[in-house]
């Protein structure tokens, strides 16, 4: 359940919270491009996440932004399902995520979590953000379109990386063992070389 302890009402978005609100817009307007990539007889093409085809992974990223929805007492509402529409899916969830990030109240829920207390807008900075921007490269491999990340991105993605630890990072469902690159790889290949993905 969601903790109001020490929370202050305001009545204005805080400057960190419309930098959250800014990079996750990014970020899903890029997954959305994405989305709307991949050829009508796509959906069910393997991906770089072994148990997920196309669809099953643009149906985890949008999981993930119920998950975290409920972790402070929220529901998604009802709307297209994955199997209907992934499109209207992903874009249905991701609109109600960045309706709460403008909202000073919603955004600042706080809940205690795995891996201590958050609010709202930090968990979809640490958590949703980082879905988006690695899964976004996993659909773009899968279907072939351009995928690259925005080099801005990169240290985000380290830090919330390092601030979850190893143990979360191996989990099979998420990554898998990291990959060896040489010393003259890019800062992406790196990344996702430590996550596991074979770039």
């Not at 990079?23 to 072994?50: H, M, Q």
């Not at 099953?56 to 929805?69: Q, S, Y």
């Not at 958050?118 to 899964?135: K, P, S």
Request: hydrophobic fraction near 40%; aromatic fraction near 6%.
């Amino acid at each position: 359940m969601p903790s109001t302890e020490d929370h202050q009402p305001n009545t204005a978005v805080s400057e960190g919270t419309q930098e959250i609100a800014a990079r996750y817009g990014r970020l899903s307007a890029a997954f959305v491009a994405k989305i709307e990539g991949v050829a009508p007889n796509g959906w069910g093409d393997p991906t770089p996440c072994d148990e997920w085809n196309v669809r099953d992974l643009v149906g985890h990223v949008t999981e993930m932004c119920a998950v975290h929805l409920s972790m402070v007492g929220r529901r998604l509402g009802p709307g297209p399902t994955v199997d209907q529409d992934p499109l209207a899916a992903f874009k249905h969830a991701s609109d109600r995520i960045a309706g709460d990030l403008a909202d000073p109240v919603r955004s600042q829920a706080i809940f205690d979590g795995r891996f201590g207390r958050w609010t709202f807008a930090e968990a979809i900075d640490r958590a949703v953000c980082n879905e988006l921007a690695i899964h976004g490269w996993d659909l773009a491999r899968a279907t072939g379109q351009d995928e690259s990340i925005d080099p801005s991105e990169i240290p985000k993605l380290w830090a919330s990386l390092k601030m979850v630890g190893d143990e979360a990072i191996r989990n099979p469902r998420v990554s898998g063992p990291e990959i060896p690159v040489g010393p003259d790889a890019d800062e992406q290949t790196k990344l996702l070389s430590y996550m596991g993905r074979k770039v």
